[in-house]
């Protein structure tokens, strides 16, 4: 039976793949200003599945749709097997090149190991060379259970797993906390990691882990200027990073209040959010008293 497109209510949609894709809030953010304004101009795709309909593309469509509360949303709908949608889910992501190297390597090892495909039928099925579906699936193998738990969570990115996995598993964590605390870039994690294998002992990693600008300064000057003040300590970088992460949340929280749908919420949905905003607000007095200690006299 060929594709048909049908108007599905957002309730009938199954997210079960979702857990092979890394959630970027920024591109939601994007595509949510771009439906709000447009409406749906993609219709997402799924398969017929227990009754409902399981998203093979268009994750991000349908987090923006329950935001904007629609009722339902365009579908194509397809009758295929699971193992055809995970290969699917590879193809329709591969010409705007919107997954990450690291989702690639987790449907791949899926469709490797719980529908028994070997490499060369993969390669067969995705269209992809051996050597590309060897290259992920070594990441995968040789990646860090807690590593993939980062990337999932959208604080480390592929190109930071490639430069961990060159690490022994029981050291991957302890260098990931130190790039995700100091907001490393690929590069500068390479460069880490770089000195950090050339360590005589294990006295002198934790010595690196514990004063990573100090280990990096010689081995990438400018690239440490991009993400480090040498005027500031390295409490005061800590605290220059926070202010950064805070700062983007907050203002995705505003855009958020900005927004007529605010005025449209029912006595219920404001007695159940309205906690959340007062701990938001109690948190912002307690940065109000904490900074005036940084304040200086003019």
Not at 113 to 118: I, P, T, V
Not at 133 to 152: A, C, N, P, Y
């Amino acid at each position: 039976m060929s594709p048909r497109i049908e108007e599905i209510p957002l309730s009938k949609f199954d997210l079960s793949l979702s857990d092979m894709r890394v959630m970027n809030i920024v591109r939601v953010a994007h595509l949510e200003k771009s439906m709000r304004k447009h409406g749906q101009l993609q219709a997402v795709v799924a398969r017929l599945y227990n009754g409902n309909f399981q998203i093979i593309d268009g994750f991000k469509r349908l987090y923006v749709a329950q935001d904007l509360m629609m009722e339902t949303l365009e579908c194509r709908v397809l009758e295929i097997d699971l193992w055809q949608a995970k290969v699917l889910l590879l193809s329709y992501n591969h010409s705007n090149q919107s997954m990450q190297v690291w989702e690639e390597a987790v449907v791949l090892k899926d469709l490797q190991k719980n529908h028994d495909l070997d490499q060369g039928r993969l390669a067969s099925l995705t269209g992809y060379s051996p050597s590309w579906v060897s290259r992920r699936l070594g990441l995968i193998d040789k990646m860090d259970e807690g590593i993939s738990v980062e990337i999932r969570m959208g604080t480390l990115t592929s190109s930071h797993a490639r430069a961990l996995i060159r690490l022994p598993r029981g050291k991957q964590s302890k260098v990931a906390r130190v790039i995700t605390t100091h907001g490393f870039s690929s590069r500068l994690s390479n460069t880490l990691i770089d000195v950090f294998l050339a360590a005589k002992d294990e006295s002198e990693q934790r010595d690196i882990l514990a004063h990573p600008y100090k280990a990096l300064e010689k081995r990438a000057p400018g690239e440490i200027a991009e993400c480090y003040d040498p005027r500031l300590s390295s409490y005061a970088n800590d605290l220059v990073k926070s202010m950064k992460r805070v700062t983007q949340s907050v203002q995705i929280l505003l855009s958020r209040l900005d927004d007529d749908r605010l005025g449209e919420l029912n006595p219920a949905e404001n007695m159940i959010i309205t906690p959340g905003f007062k701990k938001v607000l109690s948190y912002g007095k307690k940065l109000t008293k904490a900074s005036k200690e940084l304040q200086t006299p003019k």
